[in-house]
């Protein structure tokens, strides 16, 4: 079993910038893409951004396209989310999660280990 932990959700104006960290333990973290995903209220998760295990190569929503960065440290078993230029809709909650697969996906049910989530809310 992996487990991972989200952090540095929180309240944030419109065009402000937060950074999540999603800490993994348990699994070796080099052997596994990330990915992050987003779950406003009443509403299906859906895919953010993902990343490969060297860090080589990245794929993003287009709605965060050019506004968010995933990026990775292996020695530091941690993957982030930098968001800039916030907007209301980004609202949700932000769940990291770990895949073994060979090439990158979008599709929640292809992921193998999830985090619990962390809130992100962003005021217009």
């Known amino acids: 079993q992996m487990q991972l932990v989200e952090s540095g959700g929180g309240l944030v104006q419109a065009g402000g910038s937060l950074r999540l960290s999603c800490s993994a333990s348990?699994?070796?973290?080099?052997?596994?893409?990330m990915g992050w995903f987003r779950q406003p209220p009443g509403k299906e998760r859906d895919f953010v951004a993902a990343?490969?295990?060297?860090?080589?190569?990245?794929d993003y929503a287009d709605s965060v396209k050019g506004r968010f960065t995933i990026s990775r440290d292996n020695a530091k078993n941690t993957v982030y989310l930098q968001m800039n230029s916030l907007k209301p809709e980004d609202t949700a909650v932000y769940y990291c999660?770990?895949?073994?697969?060979?090439?990158?996906?979008?599709?929640?049910?292809?992921?193998?280990?999830w985090g619990q989530g962390t809130q992100v809310t962003v005021s217009s």
């Open positions: 990343i490969n295990v060297n860090g080589g190569n990245t």
């Open positions: 999660a770990a895949d073994g697969l060979l090439n990158l996906v979008r599709r929640p049910s292809e992921y193998d280990y």
């Open positions: 348990g699994r070796p973290f080099s052997l596994y893409n």
